[in-house]
Protein backbone atom coordinates (compact mmCIF):
# COMPACT_ATOMS: atom_id res chain seq x y z
CA UNK A 1 0.00 0.00 0.00
CA UNK A 2 1.30 3.48 -0.59
CA UNK A 3 -0.06 6.43 0.84
CA UNK A 4 -3.46 8.28 -0.52
CA UNK A 5 -2.32 11.31 -3.24
CA UNK A 6 -4.05 14.37 -3.25
CA UNK A 7 -5.02 15.69 -6.41
CA UNK A 8 -5.48 19.67 -6.24
CA UNK A 9 -8.45 21.00 -8.65
CA UNK A 10 -7.62 23.83 -10.47
CA UNK A 11 -10.51 25.51 -12.73
CA UNK A 12 -9.75 27.78 -15.18
CA UNK A 13 -13.42 28.16 -15.98
CA UNK A 14 -15.48 31.27 -15.52
CA UNK A 15 -18.59 29.16 -14.01
CA UNK A 16 -17.72 26.27 -12.11
CA UNK A 17 -19.76 25.76 -9.25
CA UNK A 18 -17.46 26.46 -6.26
CA UNK A 19 -14.77 28.29 -7.51
CA UNK A 20 -15.50 29.94 -11.47
CA UNK A 21 -13.71 33.14 -12.56
CA UNK A 22 -11.27 33.07 -9.89
CA UNK A 23 -8.04 32.42 -11.92
CA UNK A 24 -8.41 34.73 -14.81
CA UNK A 25 -4.97 34.23 -17.01
CA UNK A 26 -2.31 31.97 -17.11
CA UNK A 27 -0.21 33.51 -14.27
CA UNK A 28 -3.09 33.93 -11.86
CA UNK A 29 -3.74 29.81 -11.97
CA UNK A 30 -0.14 29.08 -11.85
CA UNK A 31 0.30 31.36 -8.88
CA UNK A 32 -2.99 28.82 -7.30
CA UNK A 33 -1.13 25.81 -8.69
CA UNK A 34 2.32 26.52 -6.41
CA UNK A 35 -0.10 27.05 -3.43
CA UNK A 36 -1.78 23.95 -3.77
CA UNK A 37 1.69 22.35 -4.43
CA UNK A 38 2.88 23.99 -1.14
CA UNK A 39 0.10 23.11 0.77
CA UNK A 40 0.62 19.18 -0.59
CA UNK A 41 -0.96 18.74 -3.89
CA UNK A 42 0.86 15.63 -5.55
CA UNK A 43 -0.96 16.13 -9.01
CA UNK A 44 -2.99 19.27 -9.80
CA UNK A 45 -5.40 18.98 -12.00
CA UNK A 46 -6.47 21.34 -14.57
CA UNK A 47 -9.75 21.87 -16.35
CA UNK A 48 -11.25 24.46 -18.69
CA UNK A 49 -15.13 22.93 -18.53
CA UNK A 50 -17.35 23.03 -16.18
CA UNK A 51 -19.14 19.32 -15.44
CA UNK A 52 -21.19 21.17 -12.36
CA UNK A 53 -24.93 20.10 -13.16
CA UNK A 54 -26.28 22.00 -16.21
CA UNK A 55 -23.23 23.33 -17.41
CA UNK A 56 -22.97 23.77 -21.00
CA UNK A 57 -20.62 22.44 -22.99
CA UNK A 58 -17.54 24.56 -23.98
CA UNK A 59 -16.16 24.69 -27.65
CA UNK A 60 -12.65 23.30 -28.43
CA UNK A 61 -11.01 26.00 -29.28
CA UNK A 62 -12.13 27.73 -25.91
CA UNK A 63 -11.19 25.21 -23.55
CA UNK A 64 -7.54 24.86 -25.32
CA UNK A 65 -6.90 28.45 -24.98
CA UNK A 66 -7.96 28.38 -20.96
CA UNK A 67 -5.93 25.32 -20.37
CA UNK A 68 -2.89 24.83 -22.52
CA UNK A 69 -0.56 28.23 -21.23
CA UNK A 70 -0.95 26.65 -17.84
CA UNK A 71 -0.38 23.59 -18.29
CA UNK A 72 2.71 24.41 -19.89
CA UNK A 73 3.94 26.44 -16.70
CA UNK A 74 3.17 23.82 -14.68
CA UNK A 75 4.97 21.37 -16.54
CA UNK A 76 8.19 22.90 -15.95
CA UNK A 77 7.32 22.62 -11.87
CA UNK A 78 9.64 19.01 -10.85
CA UNK A 79 7.09 18.63 -7.67
CA UNK A 80 3.60 18.09 -9.06
CA UNK A 81 2.27 15.92 -11.74
CA UNK A 82 -0.02 17.83 -14.37
CA UNK A 83 -3.41 16.34 -15.41
CA UNK A 84 -5.75 17.76 -17.64
CA UNK A 85 -9.61 17.35 -17.00
CA UNK A 86 -11.35 17.09 -20.18
CA UNK A 87 -13.63 14.61 -22.56
CA UNK A 88 -12.27 16.18 -25.95
CA UNK A 89 -9.23 13.94 -27.38
CA UNK A 90 -8.04 17.05 -29.32
CA UNK A 91 -7.48 18.91 -25.92
CA UNK A 92 -5.90 16.18 -24.14
CA UNK A 93 -3.91 15.63 -27.00
CA UNK A 94 -2.33 18.91 -26.96
CA UNK A 95 -2.00 18.81 -22.91
CA UNK A 96 -0.48 15.77 -22.62
CA UNK A 97 2.45 17.03 -25.69
CA UNK A 98 2.72 20.01 -23.43
CA UNK A 99 3.81 18.03 -20.78
CA UNK A 100 0.64 16.59 -18.57
CA UNK A 101 0.73 12.94 -17.94
CA UNK A 102 -2.71 12.23 -16.87
CA UNK A 103 -6.25 12.57 -18.58
CA UNK A 104 -9.10 13.02 -15.82
CA UNK A 105 -12.26 12.13 -18.57
CA UNK A 106 -15.56 12.89 -16.45
CA UNK A 107 -17.56 11.05 -19.93
CA UNK A 108 -15.57 7.51 -18.94
CA UNK A 109 -13.97 7.84 -21.92
CA UNK A 110 -17.40 8.27 -24.10
CA UNK A 111 -15.11 8.98 -27.21
CA UNK A 112 -12.85 5.93 -27.77
CA UNK A 113 -10.25 8.02 -29.34
CA UNK A 114 -9.37 9.16 -25.80
CA UNK A 115 -8.01 5.57 -24.60
CA UNK A 116 -5.41 5.81 -28.48
CA UNK A 117 -4.43 9.41 -27.33
CA UNK A 118 -3.74 8.18 -23.78
CA UNK A 119 -1.64 4.90 -24.71
CA UNK A 120 0.02 6.82 -27.41
CA UNK A 121 1.73 9.38 -25.20
CA UNK A 122 1.88 6.54 -22.30
CA UNK A 123 -0.03 8.55 -20.44
CA UNK A 124 -2.56 7.75 -17.68
CA UNK A 125 -6.46 8.10 -17.59
CA UNK A 126 -9.15 8.19 -15.07
CA UNK A 127 -12.28 7.20 -15.65
CA UNK A 128 -15.10 8.27 -14.06
CA UNK A 129 -18.92 6.72 -14.15
CA UNK A 130 -21.13 9.01 -15.16
CA UNK A 131 -24.93 8.88 -16.94
CA UNK A 132 -25.80 11.27 -20.07
CA UNK A 133 -24.15 14.69 -19.52
CA UNK A 134 -24.08 17.35 -17.20
CA UNK A 135 -27.11 18.83 -18.50
CA UNK A 136 -28.98 15.56 -18.18
CA UNK A 137 -27.40 13.61 -15.43
CA UNK A 138 -29.91 13.82 -12.81
CA UNK A 139 -32.44 12.25 -14.99
CA UNK A 140 -30.63 9.01 -14.95
CA UNK A 141 -30.23 8.42 -11.46
CA UNK A 142 -31.78 5.93 -11.05
CA UNK A 143 -30.27 2.16 -9.70
CA UNK A 144 -31.68 -1.20 -8.39
CA UNK A 145 -27.86 -1.17 -7.33
CA UNK A 146 -25.80 1.41 -7.47
CA UNK A 147 -22.27 0.13 -6.54
CA UNK A 148 -23.27 -3.23 -8.21
CA UNK A 149 -24.26 -0.87 -11.80
CA UNK A 150 -21.10 1.10 -11.35
CA UNK A 151 -18.96 -1.43 -11.70
CA UNK A 152 -20.99 -3.60 -14.59
CA UNK A 153 -21.04 -0.11 -16.43
CA UNK A 154 -17.21 0.70 -15.93
CA UNK A 155 -15.64 -2.36 -16.26
CA UNK A 156 -15.89 -2.26 -20.43
CA UNK A 157 -14.39 0.97 -20.19
CA UNK A 158 -11.69 0.08 -18.30
CA UNK A 159 -10.97 -2.96 -20.50
CA UNK A 160 -11.35 -1.05 -23.68
CA UNK A 161 -8.51 1.32 -22.15
CA UNK A 162 -6.58 -1.55 -21.54
CA UNK A 163 -6.90 -2.72 -25.13
CA UNK A 164 -6.15 0.39 -26.38
CA UNK A 165 -2.85 -0.01 -24.50
CA UNK A 166 -3.28 2.04 -21.71
CA UNK A 167 -1.50 0.90 -18.63
CA UNK A 168 -2.06 3.57 -15.84
CA UNK A 169 -6.02 3.19 -15.38
CA UNK A 170 -7.73 4.94 -12.35
CA UNK A 171 -11.60 4.15 -11.49
CA UNK A 172 -13.88 6.94 -10.18
CA UNK A 173 -17.42 6.03 -9.30
CA UNK A 174 -18.26 9.81 -10.03
CA UNK A 175 -19.79 10.68 -6.38
CA UNK A 176 -22.39 13.08 -7.12
CA UNK A 177 -22.59 12.45 -10.85
CA UNK A 178 -26.03 11.14 -12.18
CA UNK A 179 -26.20 9.96 -8.02
CA UNK A 180 -28.69 11.45 -5.67
CA UNK A 181 -27.08 12.51 -2.42
CA UNK A 182 -28.24 9.48 -0.94
CA UNK A 183 -26.70 7.13 -3.74
CA UNK A 184 -23.80 9.02 -3.75
CA UNK A 185 -23.21 8.08 0.15
CA UNK A 186 -24.35 4.72 -0.25
CA UNK A 187 -20.74 4.39 -3.25
CA UNK A 188 -18.33 6.19 -0.37
CA UNK A 189 -19.59 3.23 2.04
CA UNK A 190 -19.33 0.72 -0.67
CA UNK A 191 -16.43 2.42 -1.84
CA UNK A 192 -14.07 -1.09 -1.43
CA UNK A 193 -16.11 -2.72 -3.92
CA UNK A 194 -14.84 -0.74 -6.61
CA UNK A 195 -11.58 -2.67 -6.52
CA UNK A 196 -13.62 -5.43 -8.42
CA UNK A 197 -11.94 -3.57 -11.60
CA UNK A 198 -8.78 -4.32 -10.47
CA UNK A 199 -7.54 -0.84 -10.45
CA UNK A 200 -6.50 1.93 -8.40
CA UNK A 201 -9.53 4.18 -7.10
CA UNK A 202 -9.66 8.22 -7.22
CA UNK A 203 -13.09 10.01 -6.01
CA UNK A 204 -13.75 13.44 -6.05
CA UNK A 205 -16.25 14.54 -2.92
CA UNK A 206 -15.10 18.22 -2.76
CA UNK A 207 -17.79 20.52 -1.43
CA UNK A 208 -19.95 18.69 -3.74
CA UNK A 209 -24.08 19.11 -3.54
CA UNK A 210 -24.30 15.81 -1.60
CA UNK A 211 -22.97 16.90 1.46
CA UNK A 212 -25.43 19.85 1.36
CA UNK A 213 -28.13 18.24 2.24
CA UNK A 214 -26.48 17.56 5.93
CA UNK A 215 -26.92 20.10 8.68
CA UNK A 216 -24.67 22.96 8.35
CA UNK A 217 -23.41 22.45 4.79
CA UNK A 218 -26.45 23.69 2.85
CA UNK A 219 -24.04 26.65 1.17
CA UNK A 220 -20.70 26.00 -0.61
CA UNK A 221 -17.91 27.17 1.46
CA UNK A 222 -19.70 25.57 4.80
CA UNK A 223 -18.25 22.19 3.27
CA UNK A 224 -15.03 21.85 3.91
CA UNK A 225 -15.48 19.55 7.28
CA UNK A 226 -17.88 17.11 4.82
CA UNK A 227 -15.04 17.00 2.34
CA UNK A 228 -12.62 16.22 4.86
CA UNK A 229 -14.67 13.37 6.45
CA UNK A 230 -15.57 12.13 3.09
CA UNK A 231 -11.84 12.11 2.10
CA UNK A 232 -10.63 10.40 4.82
CA UNK A 233 -13.89 7.84 4.61
CA UNK A 234 -12.83 6.88 0.99
CA UNK A 235 -9.11 6.56 1.77
CA UNK A 236 -9.91 3.65 4.53
CA UNK A 237 -12.24 2.21 2.12
CA UNK A 238 -9.88 2.44 -0.97
CA UNK A 239 -9.45 5.49 -2.95
CA UNK A 240 -5.57 5.94 -3.76
CA UNK A 241 -6.25 9.12 -5.15
CA UNK A 242 -8.40 12.01 -3.09
CA UNK A 243 -9.53 15.07 -5.79
CA UNK A 244 -10.27 18.14 -3.56
CA UNK A 245 -10.03 21.65 -3.44
CA UNK A 246 -9.05 22.36 -0.10
CA UNK A 247 -5.37 20.72 0.14
CA UNK A 248 -4.07 21.32 3.19
CA UNK A 249 -6.51 20.44 5.40
CA UNK A 250 -7.87 17.05 3.60
CA UNK A 251 -3.59 16.11 3.51
CA UNK A 252 -3.05 16.73 7.24
CA UNK A 253 -6.10 14.34 7.40
CA UNK A 254 -5.32 12.05 4.96
CA UNK A 255 -2.23 11.89 6.96
CA UNK A 256 -4.11 10.00 9.69
CA UNK A 257 -6.04 7.95 7.55
CA UNK A 258 -2.73 6.82 6.12
CA UNK A 259 -1.06 6.11 9.89
CA UNK A 260 -4.32 3.96 10.39
CA UNK A 261 -3.82 1.89 7.61
CA UNK A 262 0.16 1.63 8.38
CA UNK A 263 1.44 3.80 5.48
CA UNK A 264 1.85 6.93 6.52
CA UNK A 265 5.63 7.71 8.17
CA UNK A 266 5.64 8.28 12.27
CA UNK A 267 8.24 10.22 14.13
Known sequence: MNRTL???????????????GRFATPDEAVEEARRLIAEGADIIDVGGESTRPGAGPV?????????????????????????????????????????????????????????????AAGAGVVIMHMRGTPQTMRQHAVYADVMGEIISELRPRVEKAREAGVREIYADPGIGFAKTPAQSFEVLRRLGELRALECPILIGPSRKSFLGVLP??????????????????????????????????????????????GVAWIR
Open 6 to 20: VMGILNVTPDSFSDG
Open 59 to 119: PEDVELERVLPVVELLALDPRVRVSIDTMKPRVAAACLSAGATLINDVSGLADPEMARVAA
Open 216 to 261: GMEEIGERLEGTIAAAVIGAMNGASIVRVHDVRPVRKALSVADAVR
